[in-house]
């Protein structure tokens, strides 16, 4: 049972213009979601993150709203760049859960292609 | 500078044999993670360790083993009972609750 979902493989998108990654979740415990951009045969780069007690949070051309009431959240890129283009997980852990520094559930990812 | 190390960056073994993927921190993090990616598949949660001498099963724990005897290291052991050992694992770090975690840049494992 997937608790984290990023429904969309791949998305495309005009440079300059804003891209709009999705992710969904289930578990009503997360409180705290994160999002990293990796590139093949590469670790993961940490983003942007976002706490339960906040709707957004921005830092530069990105900014993630969240949604608790939908579980949804979203990261916004504006203007993208090609350097963007990359595969873009979303990941949430239940923080206050008293478990600490627990490990975090990731979605599948959504591959980012930014094009000239 | 500091980061998280992991060797090698590509490994292979024979079925039926152990084997030992290092993760090492200069991040003075308390707490380090082990992942594992397959394609087209987000990371999977192997172990975690939030402190030293200390250490708790992730999602897909079965077949693997880990040790947390210094701050700075958190080894992985794939042993044989793994059924398909043969993906790419990535070592992370974090400095505690609500912190993001650090990743190192991972070691593709592949089991002939």
């Known amino acids: 049972d997937q608790q984290v979902k990023q429904n969309s493989p791949s998305l495309s998108v005009q440079e300059g213009r804003i891209s709009i990654l999705n992710c969904d979740y289930t578990n009503s415990m997360f409180d705290y979601f994160l999002w990293y951009k990796k590139y093949p045969a590469e670790g993961p780069t940490f983003l942007i993150s976002i706490s339960s007690i906040k709707d957004k949070n921005e830092d530069g051309r990105f900014t993630v709203f969240l949604n608790k009431s939908a579980k949804h959240l979203s990261l916004h890129i504006v203007p993208s760049q090609p350097g963007d283009s990359a595969v873009y997980f979303c990941a949430a852990s239940a923080q206050g859960s008293g478990g600490g520094a627990d490990g975090l559930t990731f979605g599948k990812g959504t591959h980012l292609i930014i094009q000239p | 500078d500091g980061g998280i190390t992991q060797s090698p960056k590509y490994l292979f073994r024979k079925e039926g044999q152990n084997v030992t993927l290092s993760c090492e921190q200069n991040?003075?993090?308390?707490?380090m993670y082990w992942y594992r990616q397959d394609p087209g598949q987000g990371l999977r949660l192997i172990y975690y360790?939030?402190?030293?001498?200390?250490?708790q099963k992730g999602d897909i724990a079965e077949g693997y083993s880990v040790s947390r005897e210094k701050k700075e290291s958190f080894p992985l052991t794939v042993t044989s009972a793994q059924k398909n050992p043969t993906a790419f694992y990535l070592c992370?770090?974090?400095?505690?609750?609500?912190?993001?975690?650090?990743f190192g840049p991972g070691t593709r494992l592949t089991v002939l």
């Open positions: 991040l003075n993090h308390d707490a």
């Open positions: 992370a770090s974090s400095g505690g609750s609500y912190n993001e975690q650090f």
């Open positions: 360790s939030q402190i030293v001498n200390d250490f």
